[in-house]
């Protein structure tokens, strides 16, 4: 059964940075485009970032220069650098990836809390 484990998340005062780390285990072939999604208190889920297996990312403005994604394929972990953190990125983080067991499939992580706060 594959797991995505989620660690890094805590509270930082803003202007501080973090760095988020995923790991999948289980049994896999192979793994596609990785992500990093948050979810604010009273808000839906909403993309933060995401990476395809060859390297190529993507992130959303509002982190934009702020976030870096980036992945290990040798150690299947997926990362998220924060940096400059301000408190409205206040949100459970989820990793998300796509991974062939038997079939392609989408994974989630159980989330890490991230508090900006001073």
């Known amino acids: 059964q594959v797991q995505l484990v989620e660690s890094g998340g805590d509270l930082v005062q803003p202007g501080g940075s973090l760095r988020l780390s995923c790991a999948a285990s289980?049994?896999?072939?192979?793994?596609?485009?990785m992500g990093w999604y948050r979810q604010a208190p009273g808000k839906q889920r909403e993309l933060v970032a995401t990476?395809?297996?060859?390297?190529?990312?993507n992130v959303v403005d509002s982190v934009k220069g702020r976030f870096t994604i980036s992945r290990d394929n040798a150690k299947n972990t997926v990362y998220l650098q924060m940096n400059s953190l301000k408190p409205e990125d206040t949100a459970v983080y989820y990793c998300?990836?796509?991974?062939?067991?038997?079939?392609?499939?989408?994974?989630w992580g159980q989330g890490t809390q991230v508090t900006v706060s001073s």
């Open positions: 289980g049994s896999m072939f192979s793994i596609g485009d």
């Open positions: 990476i395809t297996s060859g390297g190529s990312t």
């Open positions: 998300n990836a796509r991974i062939f067991t038997t079939a392609w499939g989408v994974y």
